[in-house]
């Protein structure tokens, strides 16, 4: 199958969250299973991309759409990357989402519906790419909401032109990229698709809906997520529309870069480490308090955690505990950088107690698996979790996570509590401050019984996250969406 990835993100090259990492590693995945897989995104300016270049393709300006290139880079993982080079674009300061300010970018809906134009154009018989259309568009996200539309387009009026099929990949939709409607006229959305039968939401344009109106098929990230959606306390002002699809709408639970998430083999930590051998962790451990400036002590329960440091993460919840949890013994260490109010709360807390917890502010991709690989236990009490990829990434480490059951948190954590034989974590039993500190007691009983400690790193180690069986559900929705788009 010819498999067109597009995506506003993708590790190692450009990684905001978890969207990067699934742009990382499932299309590498679908590569190694056979199939043509290209992914498109936006040439960002510092990008290091390293790999064989092809030739660059030249794409005219055409309307309102501005000239660009698309350069080809075989990325030596069977992947084929489509950077999309257009410098008024995207070669500037800041993120792919917000400017150095921090600020969105003041032309967002136009940087990403030309990465959706171009993503369309290559699943038409006007495909940039000598000899190469698309079989299937999978579009990531609002910013590639428009990519099904554009195709729904390419293939009316009839005599139908030859199209490629489009699926829509919900990761989170918190995020639904909402713009005042005179943007329609910016990325030529046609009239009669402008109501709410099309774009239309409260009267703005959502290039998420879009997405949802006009794909083949719908994927979010996990089974729970994909039936939270369909309600009116997760669906986000969207969760009508997600009702009347809920027949082309299908859960699938990410998987993990296993040879990037790897304790045996990380070269980002320390000292590696094996379920079969975990002495590794506790050197770990003893480096991660180190760096962090927490007091190096083997008989604290170090608590870690990495995140975006937002209302959906339930760091609020960590600070309602955080004063109990010092108090019994723990330690805190906290990667993440978001809202201020949180921020300032974290690092008020690390100044009153420096040798128990620590907050670095920013991104630390090294940092992040260290601490992975340091901590006792991992703490996820999120409001909604589409999916998550740290509680995961924590299992794979031998660092029980605590969780909500929410998402995908629910579809991969295994309580320890009630579940001693198989469990990999603690799952919380409400989704409050109580909750969490009841989950966090129960961690701290089960942290003092070595043995049985041991046990439930070795459940976590254990578990297959492995992306291998979440490409295959992938493949079948595309199939589904060829079928139904020839239907
Ligand atoms: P989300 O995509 O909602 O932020 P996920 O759990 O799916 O949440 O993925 C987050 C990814 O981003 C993980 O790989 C995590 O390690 C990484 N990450 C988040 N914040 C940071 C940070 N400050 N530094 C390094 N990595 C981070
Ligand atoms: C989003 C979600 C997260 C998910 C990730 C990758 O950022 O918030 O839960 O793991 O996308 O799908």
Redesign the pocket.
């Known amino acids: 199958m010819k498999i067109l990835f597009v995506t506003p993100e993708c590790a190692p090259y450009v990684k905001t ?3 990067g ?2 742009s990382g590693a499932l299309p590498a995945t679908l590569a190694a299973q056979g199939h043509e897989v290209r992914v498109l995104m936006p040439a960002y300016s510092g990008m290091q991309v390293s790999g064989g270049a092809g030739i660059a393709v030249e794409i005219p300006a055409h309307g309102q759409w501005p000239r660009a290139q698309l350069l080809q880079v075989e990325a030596g993982n069977g992947v084929t990357l489509l950077l999309l080079s257009c410098p008024e674009l995207y070669d500037r300061a800041g993120g792919p989402y917000v400017d150095a300010t921090g600020r969105d970018h003041h032309d967002t809906a136009r940087r990403f519906g030309f990465l959706c134009r171009i993503g369309a154009a290559l699943g038409t018989s006007a495909s940039p790419c000598p000899r190469w259309r698309a079989d299937v568009v999978h579009a990531n996200d609002w910013p590639c909401g428009l990519a099904p539309l554009y195709l729904a387009q390419a293939r009316s009026p009839a005599p139908h032109e030859p199209a490629a099929a489009s699926v829509m990949t919900i ?2 939709l918190a995020f639904q990229g909402v713009f005042p409607m005179d943007t329609a006229d910016l990325v030529g959305i046609p009239g009669h698709w402008r109501g709410i039968e099309g774009v239309e939401f409260w009267g703005q344009l959502s290039m998420l809906k879009a997405g949802l109106q006009f794909a083949d098929a719908i994927t979010t ?1 996990s089974p729970t997520y994909a039936r939270e959606i369909q309600t009116d306390a997760f669906g986000v002002g969207l969760q009508g529309v997600l009702r009347t699809k809920a027949d082309r709408l299908t859960g699938i639970l ?1 998987g993990i870069d296993t040879q990037l998430w790897n304790p045996a083999t990380d070269q980002l930590i320390p000292h590696r480490y094996s379920a079969a051998d975990l002495a590794g962790k506790a050197l770990n451990k003893a480096a991660l308090q180190q760096r962090c400036g927490l007091s190096v002590d083997p008989r604290a329960m170090l608590f870690g955690l990495v995140s975006r440091l937002t209302s ?1 993460k339930g760091i609020d919840l960590v600070l309602g505990v955080l004063d109990a949890t010092l108090a019994s013994g723990g330690q805190l260490v906290v990667l993440g950088q978001g809202e201020p109010a949180l921020q300032d709360a974290l690092l008020a807390a690390a100044h009153v107690h420096p040798a128990a917890v620590s907050l670095t502010l920013g991104f630390d991709e090294a940092l992040a698996h260290q601490i992975e690989a340091g901590a006792d236990c991992f703490l996820m009490p999120s409001r909604f ?5 740290n509680q995961m990434y924590s299992q794979a480490y031998g660092t029980p996570p605590i969780v909500t059951a929410t ?2 948190l629910a579809d991969s954590v295994v309580d320890a509590t009630t579940q001693p034989g198989t469990g990999t974590g603690f799952v919380m039993r409400s989704q409050n401050t109580a909750g969490l500190e009841q989950a966090v007691g129960r961690a701290m009983t089960a942290w003092r019984d070595p043995p049985a400690w041991r046990q439930l790193q070795r459940n976590g180690m254990g578990r297959s996250f492995a992306w291998t069986e979440s490409a295959a559900r992938y493949l079948e929705v595309y199939q589904r969406a060829i079928d139904s788009a020839q239907g």
């Open positions: 969250g978890g969207l990492d699934v990761h989170n990230v990410n959906q979790e589409p999916c998550g990829l998402g995908g």
